[in-house]
């Protein structure tokens, strides 16, 4: 049998965040070891679905929205626990609960670009970085298990040559928003609609195409196949707890104190372009 719908990326961040608490990584990590639960937008769903009441475009510092990339304002920033033992929040930071080895211990960690060879991006705009250098030598030397949600509406081509290409901000001449850096992270078990629908559901998912006007900006359609039963039952989930999934909303920073000289409107107020 197979069924077709539209996913908006907000509804597909509700699929994936349902499903990556579903893996069996996550649940051993869950029971036994540390879920580490790095900040960002699709984490905020997975820290919606363990019971947290936070808003996703406020749980990150960098974000994309209203046409540039920027930081969001610290002043309006919220959070949910990033350190879980046991199933358990703890007080302690990301690196810290990775200096206790366990092996089933699990980082979450959202991209920003993925392609079809397992590559995923992580735009970079702070000094030091930003998160991955609190997980990546722990994770690539203890062998971690690394899992990223991502949705389609940030498939690219190629992650290395986008790496490659963006170089950072002191290859940028002229930056409309945030000068970044882009790290490739190749070791990452990449969940995304697909994923998400053959974990939950046993169907096999295909994208047919993309995006759309009137709230389907960045939206995907989809062709899944499989048993008559499984799709029913997967539609029927689709009804009830995905579709309708409201759109995130931005957070995007002050230009008249942004952080980034690199940036064309630091301290110019917002772009011309840019309705108030």
Known sequence: MKATFVLTPAEARRLIAKAVIQTPEF????????????????????????????????????????????????????????????????DKKIDEALQDYHADTVIIKGANAFDLDGHVGVITSGFNGGTVPNFIGYMTSKGLKFICPVGY?????????????????????????????????????????????????????????????????????????????????????????????PPVKGNRGNCDNCRYPGCRYNGKGNPPWIKD
């Open 27 to 90: 649940q051993k990590a869950w029971k036994d070891a540390y879920v580490l639960l790095a900040g960002g937008t699709t984490n905020a769903f997975i820290a919606q679905e363990l019971g947290y009441e936070v808003e996703p475009g406020q749980c990150t510092v960098g974000i994309s929205c209203e046409g540039m990339l920027c930081v969001t304002e610290p002043s309006t920033r919220k959070s949910f626990p990033n350190v879980f033992y046991k199933g358990q929040p703890v």
């Open 153 to 245: 509406e940030k498939l690219v081509p190629n992650v290395p040559a986008a790496s490659k290409a963006l170089g950072g901000a002191s290859h940028i001449d002229i930056s409309m928003g945030a000068d970044p850096g882009m790290y490739c992270l190749s070791s990452a078990d990449i969940v995304t609609e697909v994923e998400a629908i053959k974990q939950m559901f046993h169907c096999d998912a295909k994208v047919v195409c993309a995006g759309g006007i009137g709230g389907n900006e960045g939206a995907h359609y989809w062709a899944v196949d499989g048993e008559e039963a499984d799709v029913k039952a997967m539609v029927d989930y689709l009804e009830k707890n995905i579709k309708g999934e």
